[in-house]
């Protein structure tokens, strides 16, 4: 069975970013849960000098983001990876993760409603992080 995406979820790894990838070491531990791969669709990462655009699972498979109110069957999910309950969001990183959203919305025709951070579905975790305002990201997004 294929997902048709409705919506888009924004998580943090909660993992300080570097400048090498931890994107597979985030696929290594999803895998060692048992999961087929990494949970997420997309991730953004520091890469060297530039943050890069990275694909965990295709847009048409089941995710293994958010399990509440059945998600992981009905949205896309992206990781930043940092820690932003500590570090303020690198502008880099979330102009690059706008754009990445403003795409998805335009190819999967979502609205801007639709696009959520993950502690909006489970209240017990602060992911994005305590620095990153979903309503400034979506008011962002209206006008990206």
Request: proline share 3%.
């Amino acid at each position: 069975m294929r997902m048709i995406p409705k919506n888009v979820i924004i998580h943090h790894s909660l993992t300080k970013d570097g400048k090498t990838v931890s994107w597979n070491a985030i696929r290594k531990y999803h895998i060692s849960l048992g999961w087929k791969t990494i949970g997420y669709h997309y991730g953004i990462e520091l890469v060297d000098d530039n943050y890069e655009i990275l694909v965990g699972r295709m847009m048409n498979e089941f995710g293994a983001h958010c399990t509440q109110q059945n998600m992981n069957y009905q949205s896309l999910g992206i990781c930043c990876i940092g820690n932003f309950d500590v570090d303020p969001v690198p502008p880099k990183q979330w102009q690059l993760c706008l754009a990445l959203v403003r795409s998805l919305v335009d190819v999967l025709r979502l609205s801007v409603d639709n696009i959520y951070g993950h502690n909006q579905f489970a209240n017990y975790k602060s992911c994005p992080g305590k620095n990153w305002s979903m309503d400034k990201f979506r008011e962002e997004l209206l006008f990206y």
